[in-house]
């Protein structure tokens, strides 16, 4: 295969800053309501971005968000981007139980469908929440009608993470739900991260490039890149009471990383997850 013409996953996780995972206990969940949204601004930031390379995403949005934004979510379609789940409210699964999770996965698909007003096939648990002690939630994401998942990662990571996980898409549960990792290399027998997040402002860009290229040209496998539209906010509220390990992995070069969005769009040929992965399936 041509290296060239591989179709890299460009995916988008809509959320806002003060949602993020790692900010959990400071910002109370019922504090939300009363927190200025910066989301809408981010999302027309990345879909200018987008467009100056006619580039296609996934965005994998939360319910919370898409409630109180519905035209923006019209617009992701109007666009003719993929509008997938991120679940409700950002709740890791492992703090859901069963019952909970497919409340929480049946709600959101119910309403990005209404507001899309096409099928939703995607679903990403938040911060990779899904992992060998919870491996129930896939069967249940498969019973409420999605078609895939992006929801392990197989990398060892202090919060997430199956390290000995396949690192390319598969059938984890003999259905017919297919589970796409985030994009790692493998480098002295350990999976490296190079599929986006923090990793990708931590990285300098040559060797983001560089870990892509090799997949493309040597594995001969799309990437699937992920990002926030919030690492794209430099000028966002900084939180205060976080530890250091917190606030370096939040903040850590913000302000570069829409040049590096820039060039990343620019080098690699990218579409949405449906496209490449369901098209054949």
């Not at 498969?142 to 998942?149: E, K, L, P, T, V």
Request: charged share 25%.
């Amino acid at each position: 295969m041509n290296p060239d013409l591989i179709r890299n996953a460009m995916t988008i996780d809509v959320e806002d800053y003060f949602q993020v995972s790692a900010f959990a206990p400071h910002i109370p969940r019922d504090s939300w309501n009363s927190i200025s949204c910066r989301v809408e601004n981010n999302i027309d930031r990345i879909l200018s971005l987008l467009d100056e390379r006619g580039v296609k995403a996934t965005f994998f949005t939360l319910g919370w968000i898409a409630e109180r934004y519905p035209a923006m979510v019209r617009r992701l379609v109007a666009e003719g981007h993929e509008v997938a789940s991120h679940g409700w409210g950002h709740q890791r699964v492992w703090e859901l139980d069963p019952d909970e999770f497919r409340e929480d996965i049946v709600r959101s698909k119910a309403l990005l469908e209404d507001i899309a007003g096409q099928p939703v096939l995607g679903y990403r648990a938040p911060s990779f929440s899904i992992g060998r002690q919870n491996e129930w939630a896939l069967d249940l994401l498969g019973d409420a009608g999605y078609r895939y998942s992006s929801s392990i990662y197989p990398i060892r990571h202090d919060h997430y993470g199956v390290p000995d996980a396949p690192r390319f898409a598969y059938y984890p549960r003999n259905n017919m739900l297919l589970e796409i990792p985030i994009t790692t290399i493998r480098v002295f027998q350990r999976n490296l991260p190079a599929g986006g997040g923090g990793y990708f402002r931590l990285w300098p860009y040559p060797v983001s490039r560089w870990f892509l290229q090799r997949l493309n040209r040597f594995e001969e496998r799309p990437a699937i890149f992920y990002f926030h539209p919030w690492e794209i906010d430099h000028q966002q509220p900084r939180q205060k009471g976080i530890s250091m390990k917190t606030r370096f992995r939040h903040y850590h070069n913000l302000h570069r990383m829409e040049d590096r969005l820039r060039a990343l769009v620019r080098d690699f040929r990218w579409d949405r997850m449906d496209r490449i992965f369901l098209e054949d399936a």
